[in-house]
Nanobody, 128 residues
Framework: QVQLVESGGGLVQAGGSLRLSCAAS????????VGWFRQAPGREREFVAA????????YYADSVKGRVTIFRDNAKIAVYLQMNSLKPEDTAIYYC?????????????????????WGQGTQVTVSS
């Protein structure tokens, strides 16, 4: 069983930046494709960004494209979500998710049901 741990959430003003991280226990995160999702109160969980196992393939939701970057660190022990130019509508709990599947092609928004493991989430609040 893989456990995911997210960190980096917090309170920022509109236009600010945050970097979220996701690391795995039990297996190295490099063995998994990773997605970031978010869920605001009263709304369904929505896709934010995804990265493949090797780190050379990514996909972003239209709502964050150009403001968000997903990447793996050099040692491939964590996956990060760099968020810039944050907006109040970005306020949500952000979750990382992992799947042990090597064949995913990231040409469309990632689906929740792709993923085998989920973190507990980290709160991102953007004030105006």
């Amino acid at each position: 069983q893989v456990q995911l741990v997210e960190s980096g959430g917090g309170l920022v003003q509109a236009g600010g930046s945050l970097r979220l991280s996701c690391a795995a226990s039990g297996r190295t995160i490099s063995n998994y494709a990773v997605g970031w999702f978010r869920q605001a109160p009263g709304r369904e969980r929505e896709f934010v960004a995804a990265i493949n196992r090797s780190g050379d393939g990514t996909y972003y939701a239209d709502s964050v494209k150009g403001r968000v970057t997903i990447f793996r660190d050099n040692a491939k022990i964590a996956v990060y979500l760099q968020m810039n130019s944050l907006k109040p509508e970005d306020t949500a709990i952000y979750y990382c998710a992992a799947e042990y599947f090597a064949g995913r092609t990231l040409t469309a928004p990632a689906r929740v049901d792709w993923y085998d493991f989920w973190g507990q989430g980290t709160q991102v609040t953007v004030s105006s």
